[in-house]
């Protein structure tokens, strides 16, 4: 559901006027959240395997550049993809997150500059560079995975 639609539902629910329907529809929906999360982070792991393709086979690093961007444009979004509404749910989000926020921001931070070093790696042509960068890269991946997310 996009931010506008639900925007028009909650105006609805105002006109409507009444408290449960105002209360329901204040909120995004924590099941949509989740799917939207899961979609977010299937996509990023469907980049990854690209990347790892592009290195196994020598291929042009450079293509790379902009899957690694979306990868970077998912995570500029992913914190506040985490509210403490959708702990449970069809998500493998282990309570960790919540009980420990700075642990997961911690490794959140480490992905974000494997990342970084992934876009440069990328850009700079060099395919040996980028296959470097994608293995760090993806252990800062499990470095969150391991803690906080169930198998
Ligand atoms: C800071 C934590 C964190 C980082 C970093 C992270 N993930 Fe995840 N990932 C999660 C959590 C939590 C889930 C479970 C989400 C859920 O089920 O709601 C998940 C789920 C996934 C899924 C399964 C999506 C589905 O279909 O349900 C894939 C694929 C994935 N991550 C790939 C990656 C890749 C690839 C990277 C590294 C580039 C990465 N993740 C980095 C926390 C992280």
Do not use: K
Not at 69 to 90: D, I, L
């Amino acid at each position: 559901m996009s931010f506008a639609f639900r925007l028009r539902i909650a105006a609805a629910a105002a006109i409507i006027g009444t408290a449960t329907l105002g209360t329901a529809f204040a909120q995004p929906d924590p099941a949509q959240i989740i799917r939207e999360r899961r979609e977010g982070l299937r996509a990023v792991g469907q980049h990854m395997e690209a990347i790892v393709a592009i290195v196994q086979s020598r291929g042009d690093a450079r293509s790379a550049v902009p899957r690694v961007e979306a990868m970077q444009a998912f995570f500029t979004t992913f914190p506040g993809r985490f509210p403490a509404n959708t702990q449970t749910g069809e998500t493998r989000a282990l309570p960790a997150i919540w009980t420990d926020a700075a642990g997961f921001t911690a490794a959140y931070n480490g992905a974000v500059a494997a990342l970084g070093n992934l876009r440069t790696a990328a850009a700079s042509g060099d395919v040996a560079a980028l296959g470097q960068a994608a293995q760090a890269t993806g252990a800062t991946c499990g470095n969150c995975h391991r803690p906080y997310r169930a198998r």
